[in-house]
């Protein structure tokens, strides 16, 4: 945590970042630890079928099927 907050600083108007997550925003700062990491962002929400979860589905049922 103290190391991604590092980075957010040294960025912090500087650069922009890209923050992906599966969380609730809500839910931010309870891993994140701090709520200044949310200050003056964007965010962009996905609602939708993820890819990653449909991947990795179709990776287990080809596992169970070898077995």
């Known amino acids: 945590m103290a190391l991604l907050f590092d980075v957010v600083s040294r960025a912090y108007e500087r650069t922009s970042l890209i923050v992906t997550t599966n969380l609730p925003f809500e839910q931010w700062t309870e891993v994140l630890g701090s709520q200044r990491l949310t200050h003056r962002v964007h965010i962009l929400e996905a609602n939708g079928e ?11 049922a080809a596992r169970k099927k070898k077995k």
């Open 50 to 60: 993820s890819y990653r979860l449909q991947d990795s589905k179709r990776r287990q």
